[in-house]
């Protein structure tokens, strides 16, 4: 058990770039999770995929965010013409095993975006 | 919609001293309750699940009760440690929906 990886660790990018971050689970969870925490906050959810299948999404993911996760392994979750708005952390979190739905969720040490 | 309350902000004890986190929820049809650690500029780290039927679960010092009817939970920290300060945070899952929701969190400071 590796844990979650997720890269790259901080990111500065300017308004109006696009910005694309990986993250790399445990590699038998089924369940991935992208969730977005500014400071003093707690982590807010923004998608969830079981394999492959993206079947949740918060209406915080406008449409500038797009998520993919090809082949049910790693995922990406990609941010276009940035905003001041979208600096946060990134946190990636994957779950499995024979606990399904109450399996704890395993984190990674997020993304910092940070937008001038 | 799901609130999560988490009392005190912050908290500051003495090494040694046993002390109690509090959370709150405004729902209390949830599928279970996480309570995670969280070092600064890091992650999170799962440190209970109570599933909706149980009332608590125990790791070591870490001791976390479950009152879905009045909306409640608590983590009990034994003997503290200097090693414990970190930020503590609470979330629901409402079932139906994969979504956490989570608390602001509990930062602790156990002083040497």
């Known amino acids: 058990d590796t844990g979650v990886s997720q890269d790259p660790r901080h990111k500065i990018t300017k308004r109006g770039q696009n910005v694309t971050f990986r993250c790399d689970p445990i590699?038998?969870?089924?369940?991935l999770y992208w969730y977005r925490q500014t400071l003093g906050q707690g982590p807010e959810f923004l998608t969830y995929?079981?394999?492959?299948?993206?079947?949740?999404k918060s209406r915080l993911l406008s449409d500038r965010f797009s998520a993919e996760r090809p082949k049910g392994s790693f995922s990406t979750l990609e941010i276009q013409r940035t905003e001041q708005g979208d600096s946060a952390m990134y946190l990636c979190?994957?779950?499995?095993?024979?606990?399904?739905?109450?399996?704890?969720?395993?984190f990674g040490n997020g993304t910092r975006l940070t937008v001038t | 919609k799901q609130e999560v309350t988490q009392i005190p902000a912050a908290l500051s004890v003495p090494e040694g001293e046993n002390l109690v986190l509090n959370c709150s929820f405004t729902d209390s049809a949830i599928y279970n309750l996480q309570w995670f650690r969280q070092d600064p500029g890091k992650g999170l780290t799962s440190l209970l699940l109570?599933?909706?039927?149980?009332r608590e679960q125990t790791s070591g010092r870490l001791n976390a009760s479950l009152d879905k009817s009045s909306g409640r939970s608590t983590l009990y920290i034994a003997a503290s440690q200097p090693g414990d300060s970190a930020t503590y945070l609470c979330a629901v899952n409402q079932g139906g929906s994969e979504k956490l929701v989570f608390g602001k969190g509990t930062k602790l400071t156990v002083n040497p």
């Open positions: 590699s038998e969870h089924n369940r």
């Open positions: 995929f079981q394999n492959e299948a993206q079947l949740e």
């Open positions: 109570i599933q909706s039927s149980q």
């Open positions: 979190a994957s779950s499995g095993g024979v606990g399904g739905f109450n399996s704890p969720l395993h």
